[in-house]
């Protein structure tokens, strides 16, 4: 009896921390959930236009566990990073329906980036890179989200 007393006034009861944990998620900041990137070379849709400036968004639990059911993915496994960019790439360019055949057609350097892309995002929350400069090996960091290769 004695513990359930101390404890009580160290600490408010239940209800009352649910309600200020509520608070303070409320309290107007807000997480950022989708990035915009800039693909090195870009899609080429059917008319021959270049598509460079794209949007990916965060990924949830169902994106990553639904295509562990896609058939290409049990047929070969390397297809899951197509099925899994298609879902949560919302938009490259002026095409907005985004699928894994779109994926597909991207230039090997432009699917390698948005892998990358993706686990900035979704591991790490940002897309800068910390790199060192080659000449005077100073360290610094780079925003992996717009420019094209080489540029930053």
Known sequence: MRRQIAASAEAPPLSERRSSEGRSSDSGERMRTEFGFELPRGYVDDAGQVHRAGVMRLATARDELVPLRDDRVRENPAYLSVVLLGRVVTRIGGVTDVHAGVIEDLFASDLAFLQD??????????????VTCPSCACDFAVDLAGGRLGES
């Open 117 to 130: 892309f993706y686990r900035r995002i979704n591991a790490e929350g940002h897309t800068r890179a910390q």
